[in-house]
């Protein structure tokens, strides 16, 4: 059953349809609601009273779409698709194979895979899925650029098949189909089994985004000079860079050693706090819901422009993790009383040493990554919301009829 | 010009492509030969030459059928709809104040059972009255103050005081700036007042730093100086809009004779106040709903947009603002939102689960709370802290946000004002520092 979520006016009312229980007549209604203001909110009124207004700054203004209402569309219609599996998942082989031949025979696709996908026994000896191999488009990850050959991304098996398809691309990012093939996924919100008429209305260009922001983050090494092997010099900003896009989080961690990590954070140039403990995350709203829930942040929805920042076990009665605005500057470094170098890692990956006069810069990517919706980003979320960590699900208290004790 | 949203909803703008970056399309074409190359620096200086976005990085979306991609090998761009909607928003971190003409009513607010105010309050007034020559109002109570009016040196100034009594008199056309002398329930009050536009509110602390009150008394009178002048950096701290809708669901609860509370029937509401809206305010802090008196859980049910997304089982909930997490919330285990995130948080209070973490949602959404069918017992609800009343089977409290946030002043700028305050107000992740080693091995793990 998919939910047609054309706007039904064009008077401007935004019309969404969803879901809702009426217990009383415990029955599922469909209701019409209609939405009245930007998921962002409505445009602040910028007059102050009766003298009073802002300034208007023409170079400072933001012309932002409302995301409740963003829709993929082609130019052209799609060729090329990228179909990402998890590698050591023999569940998934049967059902990557089915997509393939589909993507092929029916849709006429071009179809890209990793080179090691192939290397998979169950696949390069399959040969009844010969005919299907022999035409897909292979590149080996890290050395072949495919970043402007694809025209959009399917995913097989898990969150973590789209933090591989965004390490894929550094720029801007293909709208990404995806599928879970167990139970829901965060990431994942469609089921396989309707593989065939969900991509066939993506192609179509009939689907809902949610654009979901990442982090562009840098390292760069300081030139840090000891002398007579006595204290270091933190000079910073003069060695080499390396830049990475982020879609969850970046972890600063106290890596191997037994000491406190001991980094500060800067926050557009200001000194905000240190962070004295296991480490810090800095993540997006989509990272919200991964390592930055077990460290016990708040869970944001993906359409709330913000980023995340988190401790982990900070050794501290007083840290509570705090959301700031998505446009900030952030930078990380070790503290100069710090005992210990720390380590960082992006989205998992590429774990590294920083030592004194290293620094981490973090922004929001203007990259994000465009996920396609089942229903809609507020529908989507909940329900992952409910299947995966099972949100505030207990055991529901009975009603209590005027016969009963006071129990 | 100003454009406010107003209720009739937003403009279709169909003459407009999707969004260029800065009105150039971009095609990033750099292909990797062997490994990753090294970006180079001019990306990251472009990104601090157009200034920093406060709401976020300007998305990178291509534009359709533009120009540098006609070739045939291009690849094919996804891109957004056209006939999407959009708004216009300045900036925060350039949000800036200005007169349309000079302001001459000054609201002042200060609380009334604090003793040391009332020296700093005759100070301020003098000040606006004799020097800046400007209309001061204040409400009654704070004028007919007994130490104000044993005062004789004072009386002149006194004379010259517009006052206005709260909840009968409405000042909301009258007030051109507020200035708040003495903590964060101070600026509660002034939004309370303006359940419209809100004048730009100027608030001091005498005490120690607050939330709400960035700026130092000792030196008000070059703030307030400098705030008529115009240029003043301002946040707009938003407001939830929230109405109160009595029997809209024209539930009874399972049974009609049910509605004791403690043994006393509560009124059911005639047919004829059926979905009436009882109540409509503006809150900067939070709405809470409670369980009251009631020893049994609170049982309430959460919708958004529509949907029931869950139910609440517990103390209560909270539903604030940016500004209202580091109120209630934060001491109900929400993380804390920057003023300038457009957002509303969804805290529960003391949940009778192990799964109920805080929620952050888009601003933009319509929140519905309403009692369960199941629930055993009524709930409370209040604004800010105010304005408490009970919540029956059938009745529902609907929040959205508000058009009419309440600009305060800043005193340096909207982010280390908020950081200040942290540390300040709550001490935020203060310890005592560790030492550091005395000699350094910066290399593998070194004994304990």
């Not at chain 2, 203060?430 to 070194?446: F, G, N, P």
Request: net charge neutral.
């Amino acid at each position: 059953h998919s939910m047609s979520l054309e706007p039904v006016s064009m008077s401007g009312d935004l019309v969404v349809e969803a879901p809702a229980f009426d217990l009383t007549c415990l029955c599922v209604c469909l209701r019409v609601f209609r939405r009245t203001q930007w998921l962002h909110g409505p445009s602040p009124v910028t007059t102050f009273g009766p003298k009073a207004c802002m300034l208007q700054n023409p170079q400072a203004v933001m012309h932002i779409q409302d995301p409740a209402s963003q829709r993929l569309t082609w130019n052209k219609p799609p060729q090329s698709v990228l179909v990402i599996k998890k590698i050591r998942d023999t569940a998934l082989l049967l059902p990557f194979k089915e997509l393939c031949t589909f993507l092929t025979e029916v849709k006429n696709m071009l179809v890209y895979v990793e080179k090691k996908v192939l290397q998979d026994p169950s696949i390069s000896a399959d040969e009844n899925f010969a005919a299907i191999t022999k035409k897909f488009c292979t590149f080996r990850e890290d050395l072949d650029d495919i970043s402007n050959r694809v025209d959009f991304i399917i995913c097989l098996g898990g969150d973590g098949t789209l933090l591989y398809a965004s390490s894929l691309f550094q720029e801007s990012v293909p709208p990404v189909i995806a599928f879970h093939l167990g139970s829901l996924g965060f990431l994942t919100p469609f089921k396989f089994d309707t593989y065939q008429s969900q991509l066939t209305q993506v192609i179509q260009g009939n689907a809902a985004l949610v654009l979901r922001s990442r982090l562009r983050v840098r390292v760069t090494k300081g030139s840090s000079e000891k002398n007579n092997g006595l204290s270091l010099i933190n000079r910073e900003g003069e060695g080499a860079a390396e830049e990475y896009q982020v879609l969850n989080e970046v972890v600063v961690d106290r890596g191997p050693s037994s000491y406190l990590s001991n980094v500060d954070l800067f926050l557009d140039g200001h000194l905000i706090t240190t962070v004295q403990g296991d480490g810090l995350i800095v993540s997006t709203p989509t990272g919200s819901t991964a390592y930055a829930v077990a460290a016990g942040a708040s869970m944001i929805h993906p359409n709330v422009p913000a980023i995340m920042i988190t401790p982990i076990c900070p050794h501290s009665l007083s840290f509570r993790p705090i959301v700031v605005p998505a446009g900030v500057q952030l930078k990380i470094m070790l503290s100069c009383d710090a005992r210990h170098t720390a380590w960082v890692s992006f989205d998992g990956r590429k774990r590294q040493e920083i030592c004194h006069g290293d620094s981490i810069t973090i922004t929001t990517s203007c990259f994000p990554v465009p996920s396609i919706c089942f229903r809609d980003p507020v529908n989507d979320w909940f329900e992952s919301l409910a299947q995966c960590l099972h949100w505030n699900v207990r055991k529901r208290q009975s009603y209590l009829s005027p016969e009963d004790d006071d129990y | 010009m100003p454009q406010p949203s107003g209720p009739s909803g937003p403009v279709l703008d169909l003459d407009r492509c999707p969004v260029l970056r800065d009105g150039v399309a971009r095609s990033p074409r750099r292909r990797r030969e062997g490994k990753r190359p090294q970006r180079q620096g001019g990306g990251h200086q472009q990104l601090l030459r157009e200034g920093r976005r406060l709401p976020g990085q300007h998305e990178h979306l291509k534009a359709c059928g533009s120009g540098s991609d006609a070739a045939e090998s291009s690849p094919k761009r996804f891109a957004l709809r056209v006939a999407s909607w959009s708004q216009h928003i300045q900036d925060p971190a350039s949000q800036r104040l200005t007169w349309n003409k000079p302001p001459v009513n000054v609201l002042v607010i200060r609380k009334i059972r604090d003793e040391s105010l009332v020296e700093p309050f005759k100070e301020l007034c003098r000040f606006l009255v004799e020097e800046k020559q400007m209309m001061v109002y204040v409400e009654r109570r704070v004028a007919d103050d007994a130490t104000l009016a044993n005062d004789e040196t004072f009386g002149s100034i006194r004379n010259q005081l517009c006052t206005f009594r709260e909840g009968y008199d409405d000042i909301s056309d009258c007030i051109d700036l507020i200035i708040c002398l003495g903590g964060d329930g101070t600026l509660l009050y002034a939004s309370s007042l303006f359940q419209g536009s809100v004048p730009p509110v100027m608030a001091f602390h005498l005490g120690s730093l607050g939330f709400l009150t960035p700026f130092k008394f000792d030196s008000y009178k070059t703030e307030v100086a400098k705030v008529f002048e115009g240029n003043a950096a301002i946040t707009l701290r938003s407001r939830l809009k929230v109405k109160v809708v009595k029997d809209l669901l024209q539930r009874t609860g399972r049974d009609q004779s049910s509605q004791s509370h403690n043994g006393l029937l509560s009124q059911r509401h005639t047919s004829s106040e059926a979905g009436k809206v009882s109540l409509q305010l503006q809150v900067l802090n939070e709405v809470v709903v409670d369980r009251g008196p009631s020893s049994y859980l609170s049982n309430v049910d959460l919708y958004l947009d529509g949907r029931l997304i869950t139910s609440v089982q517990g103390d209560g909930l909270i539903v604030s603002t940016p500004t209202g997490s580091t109120a209630y919330a934060a001491a109900a285990g929400a993380s804390m939102i920057h003023p300038n995130v457009p957002a509303i948080m969804v805290t529960p209070i003391c949940p009778h689960s192990l799964s109920f973490r805080p929620i952050v949602v888009p601003a933009g959404v319509e929140l519905m709370i309403t009692l369960s069918p199941d629930a055993r017992n009524t709930a409370w609800v209040s604004f800010d802290g105010r304005k408490r009343q009970e919540i029956q089977h059938g009745d529902c409290i609907k929040i959205t946000t508000s058009c009419y946030p309440v600009p305060s002043i800043c005193c340096y700028d909207l982010v280390y004002d908020w950081f200040e305050s942290l540390a300040q107000c709550l001490h935020w992740n203060v310890r005592k520092r560790q030492a550091r080693l005395t000699d350094i091995s910066d290399s593998s793990d070194t004994e304990n």
